[in-house]
């Protein structure tokens, strides 16, 4: 076995940058959300409740897709699943010319839910290669290292996006203001037909369906993955998870304008929150586990989460918006350190409790719409009192969900 070890590490190289392209697409493609949530409020002339359907239609997919996912990959193999999820994105992102055109919202939201279908696909594929090209116990720190792309692409996008929706004027201008998304969204199409080629024709190796199964002597005695309560608990971590990171990136531009800032300051809003998610994850490759462990990283996390929250209500103009953006920072333990939590000792039910975390990212369509319902009902500051209940949980999964055994 020892002669072979090195071999296998020198292959690895090719592999992982392919599943880094992945990932910087998926942050590219996800981003962009905080963007046009901004920008069709005003093009639309929506309440903020209607905004966030752009998160809804994009986020419920994951829910929807999680599992017959798993059931696609199984037929197609992942590398053919992988091409196919990025031209199922690809049907979604040229639909937005037809519905620029046609000034329709609902076709919008059609085609974000034909991008997260893709991108469920995508992700379900892609997240295995995370553990099985090299060594599990450096896992982590690869993830890390797929979620810096991740996020350099969502500060790219918010660049791009930013500068072309939102620069300029604040009022709404209807379908003249749409034509914006027409040339940027048929090059993200064409560059999204070129990556399933590659993909299609690349050397990526087959994922078996053994490699990801972990051992356990723990998973023989249960008949249910419902009787692991660690993973039912780590779901719902990932629920709020998701949720609270989309209201804190994507709807902060949002916010901005609604307490005054104009579109050309608004629009770097999402960055400070990105960049905020990236110190994190630099930070963690450095620190974790050397330095603190990563349920340590997330206790604290959390802790400086609610903090931040409080101070957000509190303050007002840019101190309020910056507590908001520091959040990335606090949150960007959670997704790193909850899926080894959740999928610790499920051996057999491993792959069945992915799906279920997978599906916990329905978070991101839920919580912003009762998140914009408040905004409308209440104040855009005072609805992101929601956050502390979700902060709240994700530091009682930290110090004390994660080691239950039972119910």
Same mark, same amino acid.
């Given at each position: 076995?020892?002669?072979?070890?090195?071999?296998?590490?020198?292959?690895?190289?090719?592999?992982?940058?392919?599943?880094?392209?992945?990932?910087?697409?998926?942050?590219?493609?996800?981003?962009?959300?905080?963007?046009?949530?901004?920008?069709?409020?005003?093009?639309?002339?929506?309440?903020?409740?209607?905004?966030?359907?752009?998160?809804?239609?994009?986020?419920?997919?994951?829910?929807?897709?999680?599992?017959?996912?798993?059931?696609?990959?199984?037929?197609?193999?992942?590398?053919?699943?992988?091409?196919?999820?990025?031209?199922?994105?690809?049907?979604?992102?040229?639909?937005?010319?037809?519905?620029?055109?046609?000034?329709?919202?609902?076709?919008?939201?059609?085609?974000?839910?034909?991008?997260?279908?893709?991108?469920?696909?995508?992700?379900?594929?892609?997240?295995?290669?995370?553990?099985?090209?090299?060594?599990?116990?450096?896992?982590?720190?690869?993830?890390?290292?797929?979620?810096?792309?991740?996020?350099?692409?969502?500060?790219?996008?918010?660049?791009?996006?930013?500068?072309?929706?939102?620069?300029?004027?604040?009022?709404?201008?209807?379908?003249?203001?749409?034509?914006?998304?027409?040339?940027?969204?048929?090059?993200?199409?064409?560059?999204?037909?070129?990556?399933?080629?590659?993909?299609?024709?690349?050397?990526?190796?087959?994922?078996?369906?053994?490699?990801?199964?972990?051992?356990?002597?723990?998973?023989?005695?249960?008949?249910?993955?419902? &009787?692991?309560?660690?993973?039912?608990?780590?779901? *719902? +971590? /990932?629920?709020?998870? #998701? $949720? %609270?990171? !989309?209201?804190? @990136?994507?709807?902060?531009?949002?916010?901005?304008?609604?307490?005054?800032?104009?579109?050309?300051?608004?629009?770097?809003?999402?960055?400070?929150?990105?960049?905020?998610?990236?110190?994190?994850?630099?930070?963690?490759?450095?620190?974790?586990?050397?330095?603190?462990?990563? &349920?340590?990283?997330?206790?604290?996390?959390?802790? *400086? +989460? /609610?903090?931040?929250? #409080? $101070? %957000?209500? !509190?303050?007002? @103009?840019?101190?309020?918006?910056?507590?908001?953006?520091?959040?990335?920072?606090?949150?960007?333990?959670?997704?790193?350190?909850?899926?080894?939590?959740?999928?610790?000792?499920?051996?057999?039910?491993?792959?069945?409790?992915?799906?279920?975390?997978?599906?916990?990212?329905?978070?991101?369509?839920?919580?912003?719409?009762?998140?914009?319902? /408040?905004?409308?009902?209440?104040?855009?500051?005072?609805?992101?009192?929601?956050?502390?209940?979700?902060?709240?949980?994700?530091?009682?999964?930290?110090?004390?969900?994660?080691?239950?055994?039972?119910?």
């Amino acid at each position: 076995m020892t002669p072979t070890a090195p071999a296998k590490t020198q292959n690895y190289t090719g592999p992982l940058l392919i599943i880094g392209a992945l990932f910087f697409v998926f942050g590219f493609v996800t981003w962009v959300n905080s963007v046009l949530i901004a920008f069709f409020k005003q093009a639309f002339s929506l309440t903020s409740f209607q905004s966030t359907l752009v998160a809804f239609a994009f986020f419920i997919s994951y829910t929807l897709m999680a599992i017959p996912s798993s059931a696609l990959l199984r037929r197609t193999g992942f590398k053919n699943g992988m091409s196919l999820g990025l031209l199922t994105m690809a049907i979604g992102t040229i639909i937005f010319v037809p519905a620029a055109r046609s000034v329709s919202y609902p076709l919008f939201l059609v085609g974000l839910f034909i991008i997260g279908i893709g991108l469920t696909v995508l992700q379900t594929a892609s997240n295995p290669y995370a553990t099985i090209l090299g060594p599990r116990e450096s896992a982590a720190q690869r993830i890390s290292f797929l979620g810096i792309a991740n996020k350099l692409a969502g500060i790219l996008s918010q660049v791009v996006f930013g500068g072309l929706l939102l620069s300029g004027a604040n009022e709404a201008v209807g379908a003249v203001s749409l034509e914006k998304v027409v040339t940027p969204y048929m090059i993200l199409t064409g560059v999204l037909v070129v990556l399933a080629g590659l993909i299609r024709f690349s050397n990526l190796p087959e994922v078996s369906e053994e490699q990801d199964d972990v051992p356990s002597d723990t998973s023989s005695i249960h008949s249910s993955v419902w &009787q692991f309560p660690n993973l039912v608990l780590g779901v *719902l +971590a /990932l629920f709020c998870y #998701v $949720g %609270a990171e !989309v209201i804190t @990136g994507d709807l902060i531009i949002s916010y901005g304008r609604a307490i005054g800032f104009s579109n050309d300051e608004a629009k770097h809003f999402t960055t400070y929150t990105l960049i905020g998610l990236l110190a994190g994850y630099v930070l963690g490759i450095i620190a974790i586990p050397r330095f603190i462990s990563q &349920q340590s990283a997330l206790r604290y996390g959390m802790i *400086l +989460a /609610l903090i931040l929250t #409080v $101070g %957000a209500l !509190v303050t007002n @103009g840019f101190a309020s918006v910056l507590c908001i953006a520091l959040m990335g920072f606090a949150i960007s333990p959670v997704w790193p350190a909850v899926w080894p939590l959740a999928l610790n000792r499920l051996g057999k039910f491993t792959k069945l409790g992915s799906a279920l975390l997978i599906m916990g990212i329905s978070g991101g369509a839920l919580l912003p719409l009762l998140h914009g319902y /408040l905004t409308d009902a209440i104040s855009p500051k005072m609805a992101y009192a929601l956050l502390l209940p979700l902060f709240g949980y994700i530091l009682y999964y930290a110090v004390s969900g994660h080691k239950k055994t039972s119910w």
